[in-house]
């Protein structure tokens, strides 16, 4: 396997028709269907003159088994061609590596709704699930979730597309009543 992988590229937001056929729900667990996903990386400057097969050893600690299966298979790409056992790095080169993504699975609870203002949402998230993509997290985050889970919210989607802004995560538990001036407030905080 492939442990650490290059960077992502910001992602279009997909229909909800699509959207709806990201997750499955089993035993009360949110499930991604695995999918394809490719990382993006230009060429670093330390990278100019090295063969493409050692960086990825080297940098993304991927065996060399794992590298050999990807080159057979087409999914590891240097400015949409081909890379070979010999291809080496030049200035300017942009590598794209391909993967079939499988994410853990998350809590099925539903994201609950505190307050809708404006400019602002509060929401209450469920334990274990991500607020953004991180790690081996993508779909199975707060971001992607939420517009799947409210449309009425056109809130577009995450990753790059128009989805949901920056958040803040309050650490306390938060009553279900509000507070005088209508916002959730932590609890003992009045």
Not at 75 to 80: E, K, P, S
Not at 87 to 97: A, I, K, M, N, P
Not at 172 to 190: I, T, Y
Request: glycine share 12%.
């Amino acid at each position: 396997a492939c442990p650490r992988q290059l960077s992502c590229p910001p992602m279009s937001c997909p229909p909800m028709s699509l959207r709806a056929t990201w997750y499955e729900i089993r035993d009360g667990r949110r499930h991604v269907v695995p999918y394809t996903h490719e990382f993006v990386s230009n060429t670093k400057g330390r990278w100019v003159g090295r063969k493409v097969l050692d960086v990825m050893r080297d940098e993304m600690l991927c065996s060399a088994e794992y590298l050999q299966e990807a080159v057979a298979a087409g999914r590891l790409t240097l400015n949409g061609g081909p890379c070979g056992a010999e291809t080496v790095f030049r200035h300017g080169d942009r590598l794209v590596h391909e993967v079939v993504r499988t994410e853990p699975s998350v809590p099925a609870a539903p994201i609950g709704l505190l307050l809708e203002a404006d400019d602002l949402l509060v929401l209450h998230k469920p334990a274990g699930v991500p607020v953004h993509h991180a790690g081996r997290y993508r779909r199975n985050t707060l971001v992607e979730i939420l517009p799947h889970e409210r449309p009425d919210l056109n809130l577009g989607g995450g990753g790059g597309g128009g989805g949901p802004g920056g958040s803040e995560q309050l650490k306390e538990e938060v009553d279900a009543q509000e507070g005088a001036d209508g916002a959730a407030r932590p609890r003992g905080v009045r």
